[in-house]
């Protein structure tokens, strides 16, 4: 994979949050089951699992930096794409692009363009306080993303999903929890699972491999996004980096995470989807190109 170095990078689309430390811990935050422990392993059991936080919190992001993530990703810096939050803002760009173009297409609705906030130890959002160990994940009710970018050194150092495109993945997973929201599909999960707690667990999955399959959708039209002024934002994107991003799947399986962790493998506590759901569901997405071919909700997954 690499960047187009031309390409502009909209930093618009990112709250730079880092620095502004938070200092509210994770007791807020409601609606994310960790059921192995915190840290990196709740983590990645709940990777954009805040689709169904229910406590209200205020959007607060302390004193951030905009301007300097403005400037270093500013084209008049020759090293930008060398930068973490820079190469994610691009990414970001992309899935926004070819959504704001694909939904209404594919789903007959408008998308709505939403921020990705990067943040350091802490962040409080509309679905109460979060800190760093909760990891990559979606809030409903502000309807942005957020990520501790730090998340990815622990993703390719403990869990194996080495490669730049397990990045990209994990946003174009995320975003696809903001599809879901705006297609009412979250909220729909949510009353079933009210209605049948013994359910819960196969909607849970369900809905994040249908996020995952969206993420594939994008993979495959990643190389056709541009800028605002239409210079691509991909120069090169190869089946290694698909295969970088099966392997990202992969490694967040709920049974590759148990193992991992020394548990025994136990299917009523999926939350996620196996390894071999999730990379065959964002396969499914990738080869079909088609959102419409991302219904987990039908039949076996």
């Known amino acids: 994979m690499e960047l187009n170095k031309d390409a502009d990078i909209d930093t618009s689309q990112v709250k ?8 509210f811990g994770r007791g807020g935050l409601s609606g994310i089951p960790i059921p192995v422990g915190g840290g990196i392993v709740g983590t990645l059991l709940v990777i954009g699992l805040v689709v169904l936080g229910s406590v209200l919190g205020p959007r607060l992001y302390g004193d951030n930096d ?7 990703c500013s084209s008049a810096n020759p090293e930008r794409l060398e930068e973490t939050e820079c190469r994610n803002t691009l990414y970001v760009n992309s899935i926004q692009m070819y959504w704001q173009q694909a939904m209404p297409q594919t789903f007959g609705r408008q998308y709505q363009m939403t921020d990705t906030v990067f943040f350091s130890q802490a962040v409080a959002t509309g679905c109460g306080t979060a800190d760093s160990g909760v990891g990559p994940f979606y809030c409903p009710n502000d309807k942005q ?4 970018l ?3 050194d622990e993703l390719a150092s403990r869990f194996g999903a080495k490669g730049e495109f397990a990045q990209p993945y994990v946003l174009a997973h995320e975003y696809g929890h903001h599809l879901q929201n705006l297609l009412g599909t979250s909220a729909d ?14 909607l ?3 809905l994040e491999l249908q996020a995952d399959c969206l993420a594939g959708v994008w993979a495959k039209h990643a190389s056709s996004t541009t800028d605002a002024k239409g210079v691509p934002i991909f120069t090169r994107l190869t089946q290694a980096d698909i295969d970088e991003a099966l392997n990202a799947a992969a490694a967040i399986g709920d049974d590759r995470i ?3 962790s020394g548990m025994e493998v136990d299917e009523s506590k999926f939350t996620h989807g196996t390894a071999e759901q999730r990379q065959r569901w964002f396969s499914n997405g990738y080869t079909s190109g088609d959102g419409k071919q991302c219904n987990t909700f039908s039949g076996a997954v």
């Open 150 to 152: 730090s998340f990815y």
């Open 66 to 72: 905009q301007g300097n993530l403005a400037e270093t």
């Open 189 to 202: 999960v949510s009353r079933r699972q009210q209605r049948d707690p013994d359910a819960a667990n196969d």
């Open 204 to 206: 849970s999955v369900r």
């Open 145 to 148: 993303v957020y990520i501790d």
């Open 16 to 23: 730079d949050a880092r620095g502004s430390g938070g200092g």
């Open 258 to 260: 148990q193992e991992k």
